[in-house]
């Protein structure tokens, strides 16, 4: 099973809009809860039941205005540590997969909010996100699945309460400063 589910909301603290943090925590958090929950009288009867949440390297780093997106992956990645503890005994294995940038439509709006912040152009926006890229490229959505694929399968059964970072590096080399406005002088 993979609980993959995911919407984007950042702002900065003083912004921050609690119904919005409540929908975000409600799909990441409690929706990796209820589906895991849903599923686990199958899971457990399997002898051999995968789950793989899918959190981010946000949940690792601080990121400026990301609080609510990085909160509710953190939790994600809490939740598949407590879940990993409990299932084992079942021959259950749990995982997260913590991905970077990740060639998406998300990442489209990334690029979008970064030249609005910054006053640069959309090619501009995109260049200076690779430019915090370590391998300078976004990770094709592929990856991810054969990551997925991996955790699922008999080869790995000694994996349990992994967080699977797939961010080319990034968390290793974050500078801080690139999401906000910053006034010159």
Known sequence: M???AGIMYKDALGEIDPNKWDR????HAKGTMLVSQSLLPYLKRS?????I???????????????????SKAAV????????????PYGITVNALCPG???TPMTELLYDRIAGLHGLTRDEAKKAVLDHVPQKRL???????FAALFLASPLAQCIS??????????????????HMVHSSG
């Not at 975000?24 to 799909?27: A, D, E, S």
């Not at 002898?47 to 789950?51: A, D, K, N, P, V």
């Not at 990645?77 to 084992?88: C, D, I, P, S």
């Open 2 to 4: 993979v609980n993959a």
């Open 24 to 27: 975000i925590f409600g799909v």
């Open 47 to 51: 002898g051999c039941g995968r789950i």
């Open 53 to 71: 949440n899918i959190a981010s390297m946000t949940a690792r780093i601080g990121v400026e205005t990301y609080m609510p997106y990085s909160s």
């Open 77 to 88: 990645v809490n939740m598949t540590k407590v879940m990993a503890a409990e299932l084992a």
């Open 101 to 103: 940038w990740v060639d």
């Open 139 to 145: 990770i094709p959505p592929r990856e991810i699945a």
């Open 161 to 178: 309460a992994c967080e699977l970072v797939m961010d080319h590096g990034l968390t290793n080399n974050f500078r801080p400063g690139f």
